[in-house]
């Protein structure tokens, strides 16, 4: 390689983190630093990397934020997936959101739990066209062929479903992560780094923590 890893970094100082500045609750703490990503003109700021684990061993991939609801963070995707048959073995996982732009990293823990059926299909119908009919085309996470064959089975949904609605798959729908652990993490010179740490016991408890 031509350029030396261990020579890149980066010494972060745009914004500082106080628990003297924070909301007691992390759920309107998130919904806070969301709007200033979105006001920042992140790309993809609810772009996040939601870990599984299953027989020790942990997987992780991005995913896309749908909703913030006061118990939690919702994401979509094939109950078949990989993710969905982790999930379904062990429930729990951790997200994470990182906005360089912000110098900013949120980690989130907790229990995951499939959304009602009537949530998730208010939400497939509201997706785009092409965006349902792939629901249908790509059975997520199992080998295929080749390239070729997803494009054949496309056609063949799009002929389909061309006169009618597109009903939702019975394997695709939503999730729920319901925190109980989350970290906010504000990048700070010489990587003395801000860092507060939300604890879900009777209450969330809040804890500064060393970088």
Do not use: C
């Amino acid at each position: 390689m031509k350029t030396d890893i261990s020579q890149l970094r980066k010494d972060y100082s745009f914004k500082t983190l106080s628990v003297n500045d924070v909301n007691e609750n992390p759920i309107l703490q998130f919904k806070t630093w969301f709007e200033e990503a979105i006001d920042a003109k992140i790309i993809e700021p609810n772009a996040m990397v939601l870990s599984t684990v299953h027989q020790n061993r942990p997987s992780a991939r991005v995913v896309l934020l749908k909703e913030i609801r006061e118990e939690g963070f919702v994401f979509f995707t094939n109950y078949e997936s990989k993710k969905g048959q982790e999930l379904a073995k062990n429930p729990l996982a951790s997200i994470n959101f990182f906005w360089p732009d912000l110098e900013r990293q949120i980690r989130i823990e907790g229990l995951v739990e499939k959304i009602s059926e009537e949530d998730s299909n208010n939400y497939f119908q509201s997706r785009p066209l092409n965006s349902r009919i792939g629901a249908w085309v790509s059975p997520q996470s199992q080998t295929i062929t080749e390239r070729a064959w997803l494009e054949s089975r496309e056609s063949d949904f799009v002929l389909q479903f061309k006169d009618g609605e597109i009903p939702k798959p019975n394997n695709w729908g939503g999730y729920m992560l319901k925190p109980d652990y989350v970290e906010f993490w504000q990048g700070r010179p010489s990587r003395l780094h801000d860092r507060i740490l939300y604890q879900k016991k009777s209450s969330w408890e809040l804890s500064v923590l060393a970088p």
